[in-house]
């Protein structure tokens, strides 16, 4: 346990923050500190074929102990942070024996981490929390991951008597501006299938997304004087809140849990003669996906046949759910499950709101679902992780290695 929370103390003190602005790999020049920091480490536990590439992606693999073919499975979690929040000077804070009392991060700024408005505290009563001093983020997102997956491949080479086939690991950049998996060498990484470390809380399975893509709406209009504008004037802004207008309006992401999908327009900007907005679609089901889609182009086409063609719609895929992926292979969900269970926590499965690496990763050919690495509140200065947690993922982890060589 000691040498977990030390590792994991070592990574988030590393600021590694990403910056979607940046078009490098990494985007930021000190997620370097870290991965040539992991990649010694690698070396040092015993792993073999550390390898870093020219774009911070590092491999290392754990061969295999056992005679018999068995298939080569991986596990992957990412090393920066998010652009989102702080992530400079992180100084974690241990407080043990939680007491399911109100935390305080920050005496002088009043900055408290309470029950009454994080009630997943409470499940962790009398478990050893690290939190943030309530300045920057934690970076549980996803150094836990990190440090989970380095501590049970540690585990699993000082104990050759639990047997396990070839296993791979990768640390990659920049997976909070959703490159993760953009220069990800599958094909070098080889293995047949893989998980993220990189969910939330104790138990949580995912192996189901949305599909997304993002729209931009062009309008043009005609400025003419008020006064003499009847008939003239096109007015871009009006003919965007007719747009708007006939977006259902239920389906926003305030509106919207579990599997329902919806249409978020993020940013808007207009005058007369020029109005644009951006939404981002989303939906698991890729029939609705399509439809939703196929709602822009049926307006678009619509107003512009009212008001001159005026409108001009920009839709681009983003990302797919990975469960079309994931089907096919679905012993790598049961393996998983069965893993969980037989170190005697419940798999919480449920479709993820948003995309991991392993969505991409899953469409590039590495089927990939996503697992528990522990942490809470991600992206912001509230974010928390149980070392207990962090302990029953390496125990997954150690589990999944093992079960790989039986059930497959
Ligand atoms: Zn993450």
Request: contains cysteine; negative net charge.
């Amino acid at each position: 346990m000691q040498q977990l929370l030390d590792r994991f103390l070592g990574y988030v003190k590393i600021d590694t923050q990403s910056d979607p602005n940046s078009q490098t790999t990494p985007s930021t020049e000190k997620q370097w500190n870290l991965a040539t920091e992991l990649a010694y480490e690698l070396e040092r536990i015993g792993m073999k074929d550390v390898t870093i590439d020219d774009n911070a992606y590092i491999m290392a693999t754990l061969p295999s102990n056992i005679d018999k073919e068995v298939p080569v499975i991986g596990f992957i979690s990412h090393f920066d942070t998010t652009p989102d929040f702080s992530g400079t000077d992180v100084n974690p804070q241990i407080i043990k024996d939680y007491d399911g009392k109100d935390i305080i991060l920050n005496k002088e700024k009043n900055i408290v981490l309470s029950p009454d408005y994080f009630e997943d505290l409470l499940q962790y009563k009398g478990q050893t929390l690290i939190t943030t001093d309530g300045t920057t983020l934690l970076g549980a997102d996803d150094k836990a991951g990190i440090a989970e997956i380095v501590t049970a491949m540690e585990y699993l080479v000082q104990h050759p008597e639990i047997k396990h086939g070839k296993i791979r690991v990768a640390f990659t950049p920049d997976e909070e501006i959703g490159r993760g998996a953009h220069k990800f060498d599958v094909k070098k990484f080889g293995a047949d299938w893989a998980y993220t470390m990189d969910g939330s809380q104790v138990g949580e399975l995912e192996y189901e997304n949305f599909n997304a893509a993002g729209a931009k709406v062009i309008v043009s209009g005609k400025s003419v004087h008020p006064g003499y504008a009847k008939g003239k004037m096109i007015n871009a802004i009006s003919i965007a809140n007719e747009f708007i207008g006939i977006l259902p309006p239920e389906e926003t992401p305030q509106y919207t849990t579990g599997r329902e999908g919806f249409f978020h327009i993020h940013q808007i900007k207009g005058e007369i003669e020029h109005t644009e907005f951006e939404m981002i679609i989303r939906d698991h089901d890729r029939e609705r996906f399509e439809e939703r889609k196929e709602l822009l182009r049926k307006i678009t086409e619509k107003l512009n046949a009212v008001h001159g063609p005026c409108i001009a719609l920009e839709i681009k895929d983003q990302y797919f759910n990975m469960r079309e992926k994931v089907e096919p292979v679905f012993h790598i969900v049961e393996i998983a499950k069965a893993a969980m269970e037989e170190i005697g926590i419940t798999p919480i499965i449920k479709p993820i709101r948003g995309g991991t690496d392993g969505s991409q990763l899953s469409f590039m050919g590495l089927p990939c679902p996503n697992i528990f690495a522990g942490g809470h509140n991600f992206h912001g200065k509230y974010e928390y992780v149980p070392v207990e947690s962090m302990i029953k993922a390496v125990a997954v982890i150690i589990k999944i290695c093992e079960l790989t060589t039986k059930k497959v």
